[in-house]
């Protein structure tokens, strides 16, 4: 079946623009989850949802960082006035539920480069 | 939060079977261990969990110490697609359910042909 699907793949922001990165979750899955990845490290956990709920946003990294996900679904995060040090790939999860027996589901990501 | 620790990287011959450690000493009676993988330029992948006995799928093994404290990862016959970066992973469920995964720096598995 059709997996968790992000997009756009690649996005170039100057510094200060405003960007939406958009995931598609697996149908069916109820929880979805964000992740940063700086080049050459691991993903960082940034925030996640329980159908529509945001049950935990302490990873977000400053308050130009938001996420939604309005009807339970396609979920996006967005950045506000992007600086250099946002420039990083953006990873999107999903899950069947939230108990530590559920595996998560990656997306490829939304590499953001900000000049 | 309990942590892994896990060597940097590894190498192993194509064809031949790979054992990936993970040491978790502080891991408690209801955290699962999770393995993730990471192939360049992609989205990490699930590999396979566990949280007492051993465990096989399509892909791997998971072979969890009788105490816990540790697991290993088996790739049983290695090729070079599987050269990516393996991350082990506990998940810690506080009875709500469990946060995001906690990925460490993992171990980079070279395959040599």
């Known amino acids: 079946g059709a997996g968790v699907s992000q997009s756009p793949r690649y996005k170039v922001a100057k510094r200060g623009q405003d960007v939406a990165l958009r995931c598609d979750p697996i149908s069916g899955h109820v929880s979805l989850f964000w992740y940063q990845q700086a080049l050459g490290q691991g993903p960082e956990f940034l925030t996640y949802f329980q159908n529509e709920a945001q049950l935990d946003k302490s990873g977000l990294p400053s308050d130009r960082f938001f996420a939604e996900r309005p009807e339970g679904s396609v979920s996006t995060l967005k950045i506000q006035r992007t600086q250099q040090e946002d420039s990083a790939v953006y990873l999107c999860?999903?899950?069947?539920?939230?108990?530590?027996?559920?595996?998560?589901?990656f997306g490829p990501g939304t590499r953001l480069t900000v000049t | 939060d309990a942590k892994t620790t896990q060597p940097n990287s590894m190498e192993s011959n194509e064809e031949e079977p790979v054992h990936l450690p993970c040491n978790h000493s502080t891991i408690s009676g209801t955290d699962y261990i999770h393995w993730y993988r990471q192939l360049p330029s992609q989205g990490p992948e699930y590999v396979i969990h566990g949280l007492t006995s051993n465990v096989n799928n399509r892909m791997a093994s998971l072979a969890i110490a009788e105490d816990r404290k540790s697991s290993t990862l088996i790739l049983h016959r290695a090729t070079l697609r599987d050269a990516a970066v393996y991350y082990c992973?506990?998940?810690?469920?506080?009875?709500?359910?469990?946060?995001?995964?906690?990925f460490g720096k993992g171990t980079h598995l070279i395959i040599q042909p």
């Open positions: 999860a999903s899950s069947l539920g939230l108990a530590a027996a559920y595996e998560q589901y």
């Open positions: 992973i506990l998940r810690v469920d506080s009875g709500g359910g469990a946060d995001g995964l906690t």
